[in-house]
């Protein structure tokens, strides 16, 4: 039986449908919001594990060409591997559901929520969250939600919740907030220096549209919703669990409170393998073993939240609020464009940053629309970053991280028509301890200014954590500069980046719910300390661009008139390709007659830039060109002093002496100056080799 729920979001109804689409899966819902929509569905797996210490849920969102009636380029006409959107929007989807399944459900999970169809006004990623948390809802599979998101614009002093692609691009801030009816759960977006107060207000306006569409999905549930599987809860309590810890806690007490990463892990695991010693015929069952290790996770959460809630003290010795120390250098590469190394603690990010031309943008096809990218970042995050052996792959984890980093430099980064360079900055994590996006994030700073990139403000970021306690969070602190353990261990991890103005990018994760505005006020003006801080270091190794690298591509741009493309660019374009044969450049011409010439060097590029100035120019009397003689006759010779334009230089402007043969003087092929005398009324040139050698003496 279809069963069907409706809401009026802005300008067109969201419709929630199930029972006539994809019956054999535990749970599906068909989304659609104006000309946009998305089929959700969820499934689990047959086989049940119990005691598993982790949820195994997966979510592949995709979107077909076919939704935007189009068809994929390349020479396979098919949809492929995801794309890095598709991958960003699984995540926007995945990290705020993930903490609401029961781990004894004891089941693989996945989610695939597929976009069908788009209208360019309507965005596909918000009601894809909306869909996928509705078909787990409905779904028998046990979940702690529903959640839905919200996407919010700071336009014109106006908060915009849920704005049109249109409005999304003019925005000063954009901000999807994703959450339950009780809170918000996910953060995340970019700004062009938007004030702490500015986002605080965005959090505010996203949370009712949310506590809605949570409403709408209950309502579907009560229509349409399956009676909940069973959990397989792992009913076997560790033996001896209460002699263990009593033993355990004091040991551990010391390993983890050594300084240093490794010192820690080695101390941590040398207290598990001696405790396990005693009690090793207990823990011969695979069972009690795994019941051990969850004690000895559950003592270290224990004793680092009671370090710093009762004294302030994080386990590296700092502060609440103190940042680790940081190091920058800048040019450390000797061949690259642009290169830094930034060190904070003990994470620490290699950005090397690379100019290239116009013909190196990053083309993207999507359903969205064709469009290009003059500014990339890529992330990297090796496995011997954490000292670990691993394969180098590119997951979802360096999509993520990367696009944080790039969102938070984006709006410090020229625009085309002041930089006319494609950038590409790599940030290569050398060492990892806490927060290697936003280390990323300084070093690329670091890396472009190194590179000659003009930005308009540097730009450093901080990751920020929470730690709380009490049934209504009223015991808390807040942390700067978080480690992985407080990221692993604590209740919030929330990176902010931005200039000593305002705030550029922020991702947040919130692993409790109803975190207050007091919490987020307080958080965002620690993060702000944090961030103004570390900005203050990297001033003091590079403030302003240096000069662009010898090994860069040296590009010129200049305008010529619309009506003069044609003849620059010739029939099939001859005269370019001949341009670009000649000085050994490469010459792109827009269609507003913005001509950009790269060269190898800056020479070639000089020369050739005076060449198209020539083709696209009339020819002025009075100028000297250097001509090549293309053909000899009995009175005179024909010279091109442009491409295609070619002028008479009669027999009797060859020399101060009387000239019996052209040949005398002259030879096809040869290069000579010649001087434009006039343009007849016929627009015939007429050329003087003897007044271009004579002005040329008498410059010298």
């Known amino acids: 039986m279809v069963q069907r729920v409706t809401a009026k979001v802005g300008d067109a109804d969201l419709i929630l449908e199930t029972g006539k689409i994809g019956k054999q899966t535990n749970g599906c819902v068909y989304a659609q919001w104006g000309g946009a929509a998305v089929i959700a569905t969820v499934c689990a797996s047959h086989d049940v594990v119990e005691g598993m210490d982790y949820v195994p849920v997966t979510v592949d969102y995709n979107e077909k060409f076919y939704a935007a009636g189009k068809i994929p380029g390349g020479f396979v006409k098919r949809e492929g591997r995801p794309k890095d959107k598709e991958i960003l929007v699984s995540r926007l989807i995945d990290r705020p559901m993930r903490p609401l399944f029961e781990m004894t459900f004891g089941r693989e999970i996945q989610i695939v929520p597929t976009c069908v169809s788009a209208d360019g006004v309507h965005t596909q990623d918000i009601l894809a969250v909306i869909a996928s948390s509705a078909a787990v809802t409905i779904s028998d599979i046990p979940f702690h939600g529903p959640v839905a998101a919200c996407r919010v614009a700071y336009l014109d002093g106006q908060y915009i919740v849920n704005p049109t692609f249109a409005e999304i691009e003019r925005a000063q801030l954009e901000i999807v907030v994703a959450g339950t009816a009780d809170g918000f759960t996910m953060v995340e977006g970019g700004a062009n220096e938007a004030s702490e107060e500015v986002m605080l207000g965005a959090l505010e306006k996203a949370q009712r549209f949310i506590t809605d569409m949570c409403r709408l999905q209950e309502e579907l549930r009560k229509l349409a919703g399956k009676e909940k599987l069973p959990l397989a809860p792992l009913d076997i309590t560790l033996a001896n669990a209460a002699q263990i810890e009593a033993e355990a806690v004091p040991l551990m007490q010391d390993a983890c409170f050594r300084q240093g990463k490794q010192a820690r892990g ?38 680092l939240r009671k370090s710093i809630l009762d004294r302030g003290v994080r386990i590296d010795g700092r502060s609440c609020d103190e940042i680790r120390p940081i190091t920058c250098e800048v040019n450390v590469l000797p061949r690259p464009h642009g290169s830094a190394l930034f060190t904070r603690g003990e ?70 028509d002041e930089f006319p360079y494609t950038i590409r900055v790599v940030s290569e994590i050398m060492e990892s301890n806490g927060s ?77 719910a109803g975190v207050s505005m007091e919490i987020m006020k307080e958080a965002l003006a620690q993060a702000k300390a944090g961030r103004l801080h570390i900005l203050g270091i990297m001033e003091q190794c590079i403030s302003k661009p240096q000069p662009i690298s010898l090994y860069a591509p040296k590009i010129l741009s200049m305008k010529i008139p619309v009506d003069k493309i044609g003849a620059l660019i010739g029939p099939g374009g001859k005269n370019v390709k001949a341009l670009c044969a000649q000085y050994g450049v490469t010459i792109n011409t827009d269609d507003d007659g913005t001509v950009t010439i790269f060269g190898k060097t800056g020479n070639a590029a000089e020369e050739a830039k005076k060449a198209v100035k020539g083709i696209t120019e009339d020819p002025e009397p009075g100028t000297i060109y250097n001509g090549t003689v293309k053909r000899i006759m009995d009175f005179g010779a024909f010279v091109e002093i442009l491409p295609g334009k070619e002028g008479l230089c009669h027999i009797s402007k060859l020399s101060h002496q009387r000239v019996e043969k052209v040949t005398d003087v002259l030879k096809e092929g040869q290069q000579i100056p010649v001087k434009l005398l006039e343009v007849d009324k016929m627009g015939r040139l007429n050329l003087s080799y003897i007044d271009a050698l004579d002005e040329q003496a008498k410059n010298k």
Do not use: W
């Open 266 to 303: 080695t101390a941590v695991e040398s207290v598990k393998k001696a405790v396990a010693a005693k009690y090793a015929d207990q823990l011969a069952d695979p069972v009690q073993a795994k019941l051990y290790a969850a004690l000895i996770d559950d003592i270290q959460y224990k004793l």
């Open 347 to 416: 994470t620490q990010s290699l950005a090397v940053t690379t100019l290239g031309t116009s013909l190196d943008e990053q083309a993207y096809d999507d359903i969205d629309g064709d469009r290009s990218e003059h500014f990339i970042l890529h992330y990297n995050f090796p496995p011997y970053s954490v000292g670990e052996v691993g394969k180098l792959t590119t997951g979802r984890r360096e999509i993520g991280h990367g696009n944080l980093a790039r969102r938070s430099l984006a709006p410090m980064v020229p625009g085309r």
């Open 436 to 512: 290697s996006s936003q280390a990323s994030t300084c070093g690329g700073c670091l890396s472009m200014l190194a590179a000659g990139v003009p930005l308009k403000k540097m730009v450093a970021g901080v990751a920020m954590g929470l730690i709380t306690d009490g049934p209504k969070y009223e015991h808390y602190k807040i942390l700067s500069d978080i480690l992985g353990e407080e990221d692993h261990l604590g209740d919030m991890d929330f990176k902010v980046a931005g200039t000593k103005d305002g705030i550029t990018g922020f991702q947040m994760d919130i692993k409790i």
